[in-house]
């Protein structure tokens, strides 16, 4: 997979927008803090200046092994709609595109499995936001509180610095709890996603893998996810 930095960014810049994708902050973050991420980035993904290092990140493909990634498309900012429901995308994961993959869904009883997909159903909507640099309409079914504006807020910085975001996600959920209307999980994340310039090209490293821990609330008889956190792994999912 392609990764590429960028050539005049701070520390500060690199922490926010190597984690835009999957957990914007709206607070500064430190310097320090901007080197431990680049460190975390490091251990995870290889040497950033040999591209063919990169290609798949150790991450595990879904239909077997593939002897490339495809290259990023040369018509950015078209993301794919939110699929929606259980429907999972045809072919493996790749840096093209902004499609969700479920993987290892563990869900016990209704409530569960409701959650779980509600989770599935915000980060479809919310990469496909990111994809389009728009506020999809979906979102409002899908997302509340902190968890709405972390998406606000990152679509705003994406038009501002004419920037969209390309590439999949393969989630696994687990650890579902439900206590009356609220509930709480955790999720782990295969990233194939960077941030492009109008021409499709990444400016960011990229993250393969990501640990997260959501918060939803059920609202009208819908779950809704109300906050997301985020740390960097050290590795794949397992």
């Keep these: 997979m392609t990764t590429a930095v960028r050539p005049d960014a701070d520390d500060t810049e690199d922490l926010v927008r190597l984690r835009a994708v999957l957990a914007p902050r709206r607070a500064t973050a430190g310097a320090a803090a901007g080197l431990v991420l680049v460190a975390a980035l490091t251990g995870c993904g290889g040497d950033s200046g040999d591209s063919d290092n990169s290609d798949n990140a150790g991450r595990p493909n879904l239909e077997g092994s593939s002897s490339s990634d495809p290259a990023p498309s040369s018509e950015p900012g078209t993301p794919s709609a939110p699929s929606g429901g259980d429907a999972t995308p045809q072919g493996k994961p790749d840096d093209v595109g902004n499609d969700v993959y479920p993987r290892k869904i563990t869900a016990q009883g209704a409530d569960a499995e409701a959650v779980a997909e509600a989770w599935l159903d915000y980060w479809r909507t919310r990469i496909a936001s990111y994809g389009a640099a728009e506020v999809l309409p979906e979102m409002g079914a899908v997302a509340t509180d902190e968890a709405m504006s972390d998406v606000v807020n ?27 209307e609220t509930a709480t999980l955790h999720s782990c994340m295969d990233n194939y996603s960077t941030d492009r310039d109008a021409k499709g090209k990444p400016v960011e490293l990229l993250l393969p893998f990501y640990d997260a821990t959501g918060a939803l609330v059920r609202q009208d008889g819908a779950w809704r996810v109300s906050s997301v956190e985020i740390t960097t792994s050290g590795g794949k999912c397992t």
């Design 154 to 180: 990152y679509v705003e910085t994406l038009r501002t610095r004419n920037l969209h975001t390309e590439g999949d996600l393969v989630i696994d959920v687990d650890q579902i709890k439900v206590d009356g």
